[in-house]
């Protein structure tokens, strides 16, 4: 299913700006006390997308799962490191050429998060019950097997594994990309940011491969998440370069494109979401469920 492959790719893609607008409306809130309940109040609904997905069935628990995994990002994540930016008070990282801001002083608390990741990869990867592409991969190359997953694939809470993915691959995805566009750190010329930006470019067109062949929709669209995220990391990664403008950071300032821009997120999610009747949209297929 090409065109509906294509159309997962385009959703997710279109998802993650949305999210950076949201993040900047919020922080029109002057009030900080009123600025703190909104985010939760955010975090809260996509904790309530993904509760509901729970009943639902696969293509539209993905899809909830999804959702709620990106307002969850938006209301707890974001909301998190541009709280303790705060109270830290931590600097903005300025370019020492042209004065600009090249990280917030939240995105300097979220680069420190990276090695948090690494644990929670560790558990990921000794989970049998994850199906992740890149994790079943790395385990029949390295040998190290945890064995056949126990639960079978109808019984999923498909809402749950998707949020808690998508999680995971944004968090490590924001988190690497900072590291490679800190020059404290590594900075965008380094060989170890070449060799993380190539693996942004090379695994989602793997992925694609591996994307177009699926017949069960809910396995599409799992797969268009990372294809969709990483695709992003280079859309961010050229526009520190100044190559593209973030016209998502000033919805105030662009509001026909902004909603232009949450438009097609909402009308392709729409669109995949509605229910219908076909077996391998309800994943009675047989594709690996990744």
């Known amino acids: 299913m090409p065109a509906f492959a294509a159309l997962c790719i385009i959703a997710t893609l279109a998802a993650m700006p949305v999210g950076h607008s949201l ?10 006390w009123l600025w703190g309940y909104a985010n939760v109040a955010v975090g809260l609904l996509g904790f309530a997308c993904v509760w509901v997905g ?7 628990a993905c899809v909830l799962g999804f959702i709620g995994a990106n307002l ?9 490191f541009a709280l303790f930016a705060e109270v830290f008070a931590v600097e903005p990282l300025r370019s020492p050429t042209s004065g600009n801001v090249l ?3 939240g995105l300097q608390i979220n680069e420190a998060s990276v090695f948090i990741l690494l644990p929670l990869f560790l558990l990921f990867y000794a989970n049998r019950q994850v199906r992740c592409t890149m994790i079943v991969w790395l385990r029949r190359k390295l040998r190290l097997d945890t064995g056949p997953p126990t639960e079978p694939s109808r019984d999923r809470p498909y809402a749950r594994i998707v949020a808690s993915e998508t999680l995971f691959v944004i968090w490590m995805i924001y988190a690497a990309s900072l590291v490679t566009m800190d020059p404290r750190v590594l900075g965008p010329t380094h060989w170890f940011s070449m060799v993380v930006y190539g693996w942004f470019f090379i695994w989602p067109l793997y992925l694609v491969t591996r994307i177009i062949k699926l017949k069960v929709k809910g396995a599409i669209f799992r797969y268009a998440i990372p294809v969709g995220v990483l695709f992003w990391a280079w859309v961010e990664t050229l526009a520190s370069m100044d190559v593209v403008y973030e016209y998502y950071l000033h919805p105030l300032e662009y509001p026909l494109a902004t909603s232009l821009t949450a438009a097609l997120a909402g009308a392709t999610l729409l669109w995949i979401y509605r229910p219908a009747g076909s077996p391998a949209e309800h994943g009675r297929g047989r594709d690996k469920q990744p």
């Open 54 to 60: 729970l009943r639902q069935r696969e293509l539209q």
């Open 103 to 105: 990280l917030t002083p």
């Open 23 to 32: 993040v900047r409306l919020l922080e029109e809130i002057s009030d900080p």
């Open 72 to 80: 969850m990002f938006t209301g707890f994540f974001e909301f998190t």
